[in-house]
């Protein structure tokens, strides 16, 4: 076979032949963050030099004439050293290897003007290309990711860049959603801007991976602009299906390939090109840049082999063109002869073997000389044997530990954004004379701009972000995202909103925000302000107090630091206090108890100190009475089990059956031959008498929500709520939690006695069969949505992540279940109140909701039948209304419903039909914009009223688009029931443009 020769058009040989220098211990992307970055220590002119030439030696005796390589230029130091050495290599190779280089920053690297124009020079002056890496992060495409996604100044970034480029006449080059998040469409940002500044034809993006993950018809939306703009993708297929889906422990195998939408791509007339990417280093440990190599493979993960048709161009001809090379790497008449022979008679053959024996002519001429062999880099990265050791001692024991973002300017974005890869003290270890040539090798390793200096000081870009901005806090906040601390309420004039929401609306526009609640238990892991924050500001709309724990003076400190946060911050996260109830559970300890299978623990009524080091008490005097040998405790619904083998006196004696973690006042359930045990245990009153100190707690309190455990039926609740009517200086909502054997016959009567119903699931489902837990939470769920009265489905979301950061598979498929269920809310337990990771906690909810809404919307899913629930004639009026706006909006595709409201009813009623937009609610009510929060779909504000309604709809469409939240031209339905005069209110619904 004749083959002309090879173009890759994606490499990065800057921080290639380091695998075995410094190994990436686990194989994982953090791993590789490691290793890259203890490997940077050997980093210098003659290193790096050495290490590129060998590569393009490799290349070219392959067959390869053209190479595009990427060079990290995050910093001065890095430009000065990868440019100049560049064009020694250009030289070197020249009537070879056609060389290209592209200066790789993240996208925010350009809020910086003055550096952004120095790079673009300097760019300019060695003949490079620019380039920047959009929505490239793990978690690229989410509004945390302020480094490559920049969401609140993404099109200036992206203008200032393109801007830039034209100015120099230069080509552009992106690494674009390197990431498995349907949310990063880095590709799509890309393609709007190089149609609106006429760039069409001069743009390449890399990687794509998020594009196969995309729902159908955006999918190919994104391909449309791709195609419209001229963009050319070139796709990894190695290194993405090596890197994307990678489980860091080994447990787990991959569920997708990595790859973008090759076949889509071309098939819609975009160029697709094939390259190497990243070899023999830590993010990819094989390659050798052989692009037959690359071609096989990438036929097998891509399947081009059924035809191959036209695919041997995406290794050759298209990735020439994309270069700026016509009509080089093609056998035409006239064209330099430039080949590859191989051996092989068809294309089984030929990738079948290596084809080592290849026969490479270059101008009617064999290239005689083999191939480079690795022991020629022998010297070169044998290095310090001293630091060779020191570099291995850092790999492993980093996998182990993390340090502050301030602990070492070093971050990287490939694997956790901005993960700190040195301590303070480790980076001391490193000798001056390495220490000062420091270079940073890695995938999208970025070294700080302070690089070199004592100080800590934030990156430019943080000194001038906005208030409401998130950003990361180099110092105090463990890394995690945190509203800038000059951040104000968040109000214009007499508007206020949500800083947090304010923002998400800005990013994603109104109908790609979230509309499922999201409610946080607020315990020992998330009591402290800066955690407080740190939920708020990643979706958090109610926190719980969960009245098992603390005492009220633990409950007041947490109120006060919400309330603070709310006001400084410009939060406007409710409160709900959730009551014990009489249940059976554990008396409190000082740690939560690690239950090994065989292990033996005594349950007594006694003082549990007075017994011996494995007992536990219990807080139900009819405990021993009730308990027979035989029979099985659950804790926690399953946390752990213990079988009963003995009884003496006030003691009973377990052994651990099913292992676990028994936690401070967990709850107890007997079952007996497979069925609960039902004794006294079952004559308990729904509040006890500790119960009734709580909610007059929570009254003095003001807290917007009271949840109660173990409902059993209508009439505590309606007691309940003629109690606290009578005391409290304001609406308070009750929340009936359907926890209990005794609630399962009569939810229809909770439901409508209830202002909101809770499907507690771990401890439901200690009491009731397992399997008919998912037929239950689905009944409450549709009741609810049915009578318009928000529904929280809780426990056990992501249970695993009390221990681990990251979620099991089942774990996000029941939470998009429950999204798809279209419930109000989804609320973290554990996860959040004594978990490790309550930020990747609520992280999840958050991303996972936001992409099951918009597969909703899609799909039209989770659409039920509405019966008519107002009675008053009034009533009915607002009910029909709300329906017909609701129906108005998703025909016309309107940005948002506008709905005025003094009570919230307008609203709740808009909710319950879950229109595709968003519902923002104006009200002239702090407590019910508060209140609000729990509502689906519900975007709350207060809005000071004017006595004209047309004034008020006047008044917010100017004061939204000041903030950014709608635009000219926006369609929306507004409603509302407020009164012009004395005379009654009058409801109307109206289709209006914004001005």
């Known amino acids: 076979m004749l083959w002309p020769c090879f173009c890759d058009l994606h490499t990065h040989i800057d921080k290639s032949h380091t695998c075995e ?125 302020d480094w490559t996604t920049c969401s609140k100044d993404r099109d200036v970034l992206l203008d200032r860049l393109f801007r830039l480029a034209k100015q120099r006449d230069l080509d552009l080059d992106f690494h674009t959603d390197e990431n498995g998040n349907p949310g990063a469409k880095g590709l799509l940002y890309v393609a709007e801007k190089t149609i609106q500044h006429g760039y069409q034809g001069r743009v390449v993006c890399g990687h794509c991976c998020s594009l196969v993950l995309q729902p159908r018809s955006e999918q190919q939306r994104i391909i449309k602009a791709a195609r419209q703009a001229g963009i050319t993708v070139v796709s990894l297929p190695q290194i993405n299906q090596w890197t994307q889906d990678r489980d860091h422990d080994a447990c787990f195998t991959p569920r997708w390939r990595g790859v973008t939408a090759v076949h889509e791509l071309r098939r819609a007339g975009v160029p697709v090109a094939i390259a190497s990417d990243n070899i023999r280093d830590q993010f990819y440990a094989y390659g050798d840049l052989d692009m037959l190599d690359v071609f096989g493979q990438s036929c097998r993960i891509c399947h081009l082999d059924r035809p191959y048709g036209e695919w041997p161009c995406s290794v050759t001809s298209v990735p020439a063109a994309a270069m700026g090379l016509p009509g080089h790497c093609s056998i035409r008449s006239g064209a330099p002869a430039d080949c590859v022979v191989f051996r092989a008679r068809n294309y089984s053959e030929l990738l079948s073997r290596p084809q080592l024996d290849r026969v490479i002519i270059r101008n009617g001429r064999q290239v005689p000389a083999p191939l480079p062999t690795y022991e020629q880099l022998d010297e070169a990265l044998e290095g310090d044997q001293e630091l060779s050791k020191e570099s291995s001692t850092r790999s492993l024991s980093s996998l182990d530990r993390a340090a502050t973002v301030k602990d070492h300017p070093l971050h990287c974005l490939s694997s956790r954004l901005h993960r700190p890869l040195f301590q303070e003290q480790e980076k001391a270890a490193i000798p001056a004379r390495r220490h000062a040539r420091l270079f940073v090798s890695t995938r999208i390793m970025l070294l700080h701009p302070t690089f070199g200096a004592a100080s800590t000081a934030a990156p430019p870009q943080e000194k001038a972000a906005e208030p409401d901005t998130l950003k990361r806090d180099a110092g105090n906040n463990n890394g995690r995202p945190r509203v800038a601390d000059a951040a104000a309420p968040s109000s214009v004039e007499d508007l206020d909103v949500d800083s947090v929401l304010a923002k998400e609306l800005s990013e994603n526009g109104p109908r790609s925000t979230r509309r499922t609640k999201i409610i946080c238990t607020i315990g020992p892991a998330s009591c402290s302000e800066s955690m407080l924050e740190t939920l708020a500001v990643s979706g958090m709309n109610v926190a719980r107090l969960n009245m098992c724990h603390g005492d009220h003076e633990w409950h007041t400190d947490v109120i006060n630091r919400i309330r603070k946060l709310n006001q400084e911050k410009g939060f406007s996260v409710a409160i709900m206090l959730d009551t014990e109830g009489s249940e059976v559970h554990t008396s409190p300890v000082e740690q939560p108890i690690k239950a090994e299978v065989g292990q033996d623990y005594i349950f007594t009524i006694r003082q549990p100190e007075n017994v011996g080091p494995n007992a536990i008490g219990v807080s139900y005097d009819a ?63 729904v509040l006890s008498a500790k119960d009734w100190k709580d909610i007059d707690f929570a009254i003095a309190q003001d807290v917007d929500f009271i949840a109660i455990s173990f409902v059993k039926s209508a009439d505590v609740i309606n007691n309940l709520k003629s109690y606290v009517l009578s005391r409290a200086a304001k609406t308070i909502e009750i929340i009936s939690k359907v926890e209990s054997f005794d609630s399962v016959p009569n939810i229809q009567e909770i439901v409508e006695a209830s202002d909101g119903v809770m499907v507690a699931r771990g401890d439901l489902g200690a009491q009731i069969p397992l399997e008919d837990v998912p037929s239950v939470q689905k009944e409450v769920v549709v009741r609810c949505r049915q009578v318009g009265k928000p529904v929280i489905v809780a426990s056990h979301l992501l249970q695993s992540m009390i221990e681990y950061p990251t979620p099991t598979r089942a774990e996000v498929a029941d939470i998009a279940d429950v999204v798809r269920q279209r419930a109000d809310a989804l609320m973290l337990s554990g996860e959040s109140a004594a978990g490790g990771f309550p930020d990747k906690c609520i992280n999840v909810l958050r991303v996972v909701s936001m992409q099951v809404e918009e597969w909703c919307r899609q799909d039209k899913h989770g659409q039920i039948l509405l019966p008519q629930i107002a009675k008053a004639p009034d009533g009915r009026v607002s009910e029909v209304l709300c329906n017909s706006a609701a129906t108005m909006a998703n025909q016309l595709g309107a940005a948002a419903i506008f709905a005025y409201t003094r009570r919230g009813y307008m609203a709740n009623f808009l909710s319950r039909a879950r229109p595709d937009c968003p519902i923002f609610a104006f009200t002239d009510k702090q407590e019910v914009r508060t209140r609000m929060n729990l509502r689906w779909g519900v975007m709350p504000f207060r809005l ?29 339905v507004v409603v509302s029931d407020l009164r012009p005069s004395g005379d009654g209110p009058v409801r109307t619904a109206q289709i209006r443009h914004v001005p």
């Open 21 to 145: 220098r410094s190994r990436n211990i686990d194989g994982s992307l953090s791993g590789a963050d490691r290793s890259t970055a203890a490997d940077a220590a050997f980093w210098d002119e003659d290193d790096v030099f050495r290490r590129m030439d060998f590569s393009i030696s490799c290349a070219y005796h392959h067959g390869t004439v053209a190479l595009r390589t990427h060079l990290i230029n995050m910093t001065p130091q890095q430009i000065e050293l990868t440019w100049p050495m560049f064009q020694r290599l250009k030289d070197k190779w020249a009537g070879k290897v056609e060389l290209q280089a592209v200066s790789l920053v993240v996208l925010s690297f350009f809020r910086d003007e003055a550096a952004a124009c120095k790079l673009a020079d300097i760019v300019k002056k060695y003949g490079g290309i620019m380039g920047a890496a959009v929505c490239c992060a793990e978690n690229g495409g989410d509004a945390s990711d």
């Open 623 to 685: 405990f021993v009475d009730d308990i027979q040998v035989g029979d099985l405790i659950v804790v926690d619904g399953g946390m752990v089990s213990l079988e009963v083998h003995s009884k003496a006196g006030p003691d009973v004696h377990t052994k651990v059956v099913d292992p676990g973690i028994i936690l401070s006042r967990a709850n107890l359930t007997f079952h007996r031959h497979g069925h609960i045990v039902r004794a006294r245990n079952a004559m308990l009153p």
């Open 944 to 972: 000071d009223f004017d006595a004209d309604p047309e004034r008020n709809v006047e008044r917010t469409f100017q004061l939204l688009k000041r903030r950014g939240l709608v635009h000219a031209g926006d369609l929306v």
